[in-house]
Structures are given as C-alpha cells and as structure tokens.
C-alpha cells in the first residue's frame, strides 16, 4: 500500500498568491483530515470528510480557505490569498472510521508552505 | 475549549536514562493515542488506549491511560538514540469524535 499521498512536498509563493495542496488518501478509507502544524500552535485540526462530504470544517481559520474532496480518491486544500502567516506544515491523514471508532488515522508526509 | 497540555516540551537525555512524558486534561476522553513523528515526516500511530487505568506495553515503551480517564503517560526505559522524535498525545473526546493533540515533546536521546 502506497500510504497517503500528498503533493507537493514543499511550496514557496508569495504573498496573496493561490496556493492549492493535494491529497491521495488510502484507498477504501472513508475519512479525510486535513491538519496544519506549526511550532506556536501544533497540530491543528482544519476540516475532516466522511464518503467525500464535509463535516466539520471548524478548524479551518477563515474564509481564505477552502477544501474540497471531488471524489473519494482526491482532495485539495486551497489558500487565496496567501499570507505569510500561513506559513506550516500541512498534512493530510485519512482512516476507515472517525476516531471515536479508535480507528487508526495514517499522516502523509506533508507539505511544507512558506509564504514570503 | 478541549486543552490538552503535554510536558515536558523538550527532554534532553544520554542514552539508557529512563524518562516519562504526561498528557493531561481537564476533560474525559473518550480513548487515547500517541504518536511519534520524525522530521520531515508525519505523525506515527504508537498506541491506543480506551479503558481507564489501561497499561499497555511496546518494547521499551509503556503506556498508561489514567483511572479517570484525563491524564496519560508514556515511559521509555533505557533509552536509545532511535527513540530521538516528538512524541504527540491525541485525545478524542466524546462530543465531536476529533483528535485533539497535545503539544507534542522533543526528544532527543544522545549516545
């Protein structure tokens, strides 16, 4: 099994540019989370799907952001504009239940944003 | 707001001293992980606990989940270089069923 996938590995833009991050989860897994961590604030929870719907998105810090999950094999985290305080890592994990299940959520290696 | 606060932040230790990582909460959980997370890499399940006053063992590695069900520990004994990483408690809390992770700790285990 290929693990979660997540592309690219390392974006450097400027500010008030469109960044969009990319994910393969594993296949047959019904949940999707995308997280951001950061040195100040950790790992952070941003939004999280179920069979490629959103059920939570409280994470997600403001209207700059956007995630969508097109079919159960691909989703996007997209930043417009970007700002340098968006700067972290992003990573994506998905499993086959919520964690209340005690599932196992397995993390790609994530992408690594720097925003000048 | 769910807080789970994690100490210590950064342990520094000569290899094969003994050392303890806690995880507490003002609140239930529902089960609890931890994680270890190498650079450049993303967070590796370790453990799960679910049942109050749960000790499980990993090689060298011991967990506990407390009686209550707020606090954990994770205890490594005679530790190895390989074990250098952060170390990041999540717990799940019944309302919501999210992951909500601790600070994490850095270790580093020097030969």
């Known amino acids: 099994d290929a693990g979660v996938i997540q592309s690219p590995r390392h974006e450097v833009t400027e500010m008030g540019q469109e960044v969009t991050l990319r994910c393969k989860p594993i296949s047959g897994h019904d949940y999707l989370f995308w997280y951001r961590q950061t040195m100040m604030r950790g790992l952070e929870l941003l939004i999280y799907?179920?069979?490629?719907?959103?059920?939570?998105d409280s994470g997600m810090p403001e209207d700059r952001f956007s995630a969508k999950m097109p079919n159960a094999s691909f989703s996007t985290l997209k930043i417009q504009p970007s700002e340098p305080r968006d700067s972290a890592v992003y990573f994506c994990a998905s499993s086959r239940g919520t964690p209340l299940s005690t599932d196992t959520q397995y993390f790609g290696p994530g992408t690594r944003l720097t925003v000048l | 707001t769910q807080l789970l606060e994690q100490s210590p932040q950064f342990l520094s230790i000569q290899e094969g001293e003994n050392l303890t990582v806690y995880c507490n909460s003002s609140?239930?959980?529902?089960?609890l992980q931890w994680y270890r997370q190498e650079p450049g890499e993303g967070p590796v399940l370790l453990v799960t606990?679910?049942?109050?006053?749960e000790v499980k063992k990993l090689k060298r590695l011991t967990f506990q989940f407390g009686d209550a069900r707020k606090d954990s520990s994770l205890h490594i004994t005679a530790a190895q270089p390989g074990d250098t990483g952060l170390y990041l408690c999540a717990g799940v809390y019944n309302q919501g069923g999210k992951l909500i992770f601790g600070q994490g700790t850095e270790l580093s285990v020097k030969p």
């Open positions: 609140s239930v959980f529902s089960s």
């Open positions: 606990v679910v049942t109050g006053g």
């Open positions: 799907f179920n069979n490629n719907v959103p059920i939570d």
